[in-house]
């Protein structure tokens, strides 16, 4: 990426700056080969299964479905939702005062609702995307909630990612469900319902502080917020990150974390991955062991998805070449 307009110095203009202005301008043909690099560095990394949060405002209708179909490809299983947001007005320019909710639900909220509801309807792995409360009005967060409930799905939803989305919990209390995806509550001021997905990396790296996600009632799952997809990497630093709060932290509490994300797609617990390691079922040994890598991964009905490290549907080659001219129109768009 080009460096943005201004230094961000804050969450809000991390945002407005950078990933903001990112998603505006993806299209479909960015998305299905970033996807689908995405899913061979997962493959490579020995995950086989990713849930997704795609948002992009010019990206909006059949994007999950491109999102699926890149994934499908490589043989990497996928949940996908569309983030749905009311920061985006509805002549597609961004809202001037984004610090707040919004007062009512735009045609671009409505269209993300509509993504939605068609991927899941058409047989789609999918949950209800919702980007954040603070993005969003009180009739679009109703909205995600009720078209979550008529499809019998969950809602995946980030909360309180950073302080200005504190408010977060009190508007959400009402709505949340037991199969709500509630991602981040690094500043969450009360118990949700549903399952909390942590990030350490992405935390740490847009410094909105610690999570402490041991403290919470809610069943933890690890995540990367899209940096990147090795799950053993993400466990080794949630451990680092529990243990720089509290010296008593054993890395089988973040190893229990890096298992419950397979109560989100249990097919995958029968996949089979060959490593480089010896000793990979050993948080102890994982968690002090960099460069643990995937040198086969075989689905429960005998396909070999990734021989001696490199996928076998896909050529890398190819995938890595389209995702770079992919990449260069976007450097160009932003």
Not at 38 to 60: C, R
Not at 148 to 161: I, K, S, T, Y
């Amino acid at each position: 990426m080009p460096a943005p307009p201004n230094q961000p110095t804050d969450f809000l203009s991390i945002l407005q700056q950078v990933w903001w202005r990112l998603d505006a301008a993806l299209d479909l043909e960015m998305l299905r080969w970033s996807a689908m690099l995405g899913a061979v560095e997962a493959l490579q990394s020995g995950t086989t299964a990713i849930v997704d949060h795609h948002e992009g405002p010019n990206a909006i209708e059949g994007s999950l479905q491109v999102i699926a179909d890149a994934c499908a490809e490589v043989g990497v299983r996928v949940m996908c939702a569309y983030g749905v947001t009311d920061r985006w007005q509805d002549n597609g320019a961004l809202r001037s005062d984004t610090s707040t909710a919004p007062p009512r639900m735009t045609s671009a909220a409505e269209r993300g609702l509509a993504e939605c509801e068609r991927f899941i309807r058409g047989g789609g792995n999918g949950m209800v995307g919702v980007h954040a409360a603070f993005t969003c009005s009180d009739e679009t967060l109703e909205a995600a909630a009720g078209l979550a409930r008529d499809l019998g799905v969950g809602v995946h939803v980030h909360v309180a990612e950073g302080p200005i989305d504190t408010p977060a919990g009190a508007r959400l209390e009402h709505l949340s469900s037991d199969d709500w995806l509630l991602v981040h509550g690094v500043h969450l001021d009360r118990d949700l319902r549903g399952m909390l997905a942590h990030n350490p990396r992405s935390n740490m790296n847009n410094a909105v502080g610690y999570a402490h996600p041991a403290h919470r009632a809610n069943t933890v799952v690890l995540g990367t917020d899209g940096i990147g997809a090795d799950m053993l990497e993400e466990f080794r630093l949630a451990y680092v990150a529990h243990r720089a709060s509290d010296v008593t932290a054993s890395p089988e509490t973040a190893w229990q974390w890096l298992a419950n994300g397979w109560t989100l797609m249990p097919q995958a617990y029968s996949d089979v991955v060959t490593w480089n390691y010896d000793h990979v079922d050993s948080p102890w040994h994982v968690a002090f062991t960099p460069g643990i890598r995937a040198l086969h991964v075989r689905q429960a009905n005998g396909d070999e998805l990734l021989r001696n490290g490199l996928p076998t549907r896909v050529d890398l080659g190819e995938v890595r070449a389209k995702a770079a001219e992919q990449a260069a129109r976007l450097f160009s768009r932003l």
